[in-house]
């Protein structure tokens, strides 16, 4: 759905709240409607994406849930460009990703995520809990999206609303789920006008004006209109957008061990000079 009805979704928003405090009631009155948003509600919505038995979690909840769940160093090598790293705090802990250094494909998946499944209007960076949300779906963990989505929309209706910083009439808040909200109340009989245009579609127009990283881009200038290389043509189209990604995600692993390899020839060599004598130059170690 490329439309919404803003309508409907600001009064699924606004009658959101829980009837009783304590309780998690996740379903809203919409024009004489109730519409569930609970996780099972969701995931037939969408098609029950992803079946479990009961008590069953996902690859990604049972990894989150974990002490060791994830590699913070595996993610950066994964989401980050060649030899960058999470930010960090005084104290060394990584906390996320900025936007500078991601990959394309990094770029590619925050937009798809910060569009669909968990809504936020701040997309400076990529804090660790949805950078391991991204290394779960690059590395084929399977993942219940309908909870996730559930749990955003619960989190997001239940948030204070802030004061807009030049109206204080006006909230500072973004609302999420726009589609989504929209077409699950119309599947509960609830008529819906989408009038509304949300953003642009994620084209390859789109990944080379928004998601390439800014240093690639200037190294390269093209002009704005100008169509993609031939052997660049509509990769989206002709290969579907999951092989696509796959695509990026094997040339991105090949493109890291071919770096890595010719490291460790550098160092390598580095070590031959010195034996002979000569002065080496500074090569740090492949570790």
């Known amino acids: 759905m490329a439309k919404f009805d803003f309508e409907v979704v600001l009064e699924f928003y606004a009658n959101a709240w829980p009837t009783k405090e304590g309780v998690r009631d996740m379903h809203s009155w919409v024009r004489g409607q109730w519409i569930p948003f609970d996780t099972n509600a969701l995931s037939q919505f969408l ?16 990894r989150r849930n974990r002490a ?5 160093k595996a993610i950066a090598q994964l989401l980050c460009t060649l030899g960058q790293d999470f930010a960090r705090t005084a104290a060394g802990r990584r906390v996320r990703i900025m936007r500078t250094t ?3 494909l990094t770029h590619m998946w925050m937009t798809l995520l910060l569009s669909n499944v968990l809504p936020s209007d701040h997309n400076s960076d990529l804090p660790l809990p949805k950078c391991q949300l991204v290394y779960a779906i690059l590395t084929w963990m399977s993942i219940h999206m309908a909870q996730l989505i559930a749990d955003a929309i ?4 239940g948030m204070p609303p802030t004061k807009h910083p030049l109206d204080p009439d006006k909230s500072n808040k973004a609302l999420g ?7 699950l109340c119309q599947s509960f009989g609830v008529p819906v006008t989408p009038n509304k245009v949300i953003r642009l ?9 928004y998601c390439t990283p800014r240093q690639a881009q200037s190294d390269a200038p093209q002009a704005a209109d100008a169509p993609p290389p031939p052997h660049q043509a509509d990769p989206a189209g002709s290969l579907g957008i999951e092989r696509y990604l796959q695509h990026l995600v094997r040339q991105q692993a090949a493109n890291h061990r071919g770096q890595v390899q010719i490291h460790k020839c550098l160092y390598r060599f580095s070590l031959s000079q010195q034996g002979q004598g000569f002065a080496p130059f500074a090569c740090p170690t492949p570790e």
């Open 177 to 183: 789920s726009l589609a989504l909200i929209t077409g």
């Open 201 to 209: 579609s994620i084209t390859w127009a789109f990944i080379e004006k």
């Open 154 to 157: 619960y989190l997001f209706a």
């Open 68 to 72: 060791d769940g994830f590699d913070e």
């Open 102 to 104: 991601m990959t394309t």
């Open 47 to 62: 098609g029950d994406p992803l079946v479990l038995e009961e008590g069953q979690e996902c690859e990604f909840s049972q």
